[in-house]
């Protein structure tokens, strides 16, 4: 399984970005995917969560401003983020799981054993 973002760039405050994700090399399996951020010094957090059943699921800081969602045709995760805020900034990366991540672990990123490279994101006037 392959995983490649893009989307990402310099943006205002209160602007907006779509992130996208594409799947290559897995055509069969559904795979849980989780979109991540990593500020400069920080740890890497989770901010979506897409189960095997395409339920989504958002960390608390994301209220409401940031909307996940896979299209089945392209094969691709996105993240659509508004109302984009400074302390956005970071790297986001795509990650996926064969199934195994409970909702109790779907913000732990060692659960998750595919990873893109990450596009860079910067909200900044």
């Known amino acids: 399984v392959q995983l490649v973002e893009s989307g990402g760039g310099l943006v205002q405050p209160g602007g907006s970005l779509r992130l996208s994700c594409a799947v290559f090399?897995?055509?069969?399996?559904?795979?849980?995917m989780a979109w991540f951020r990593q500020a400069p010094g920080k740890e890497r957090e989770g901010v979506a969560r897409?189960?095997?059943?395409?339920?989504?699921r958002y960390a608390d800081f994301v209220e409401g401003r940031f909307t996940a969602s896979f299209d089945n045709a392209k094969n691709t995760l996105y993240l659509e983020m508004n109302s984009l805020k400074p302390e956005d900034t970071a790297i986001y990366y795509c990650?996926?799981?064969?199934?195994?991540?409970?909702?109790?672990?779907?913000?732990?990123?060692?659960?998750?054993?595919?990873w893109g490279r990450g596009t860079q994101v910067t909200v900044s006037s």
């Open positions: 897409m189960s095997v059943f395409r339920v989504m």
């Open positions: 090399g897995n055509t069969n399996d559904r795979l849980g």
């Open positions: 990650a996926a799981d064969p199934g195994l991540v409970t909702t109790a672990t779907m913000f732990d990123p060692n659960k998750y054993g595919y």
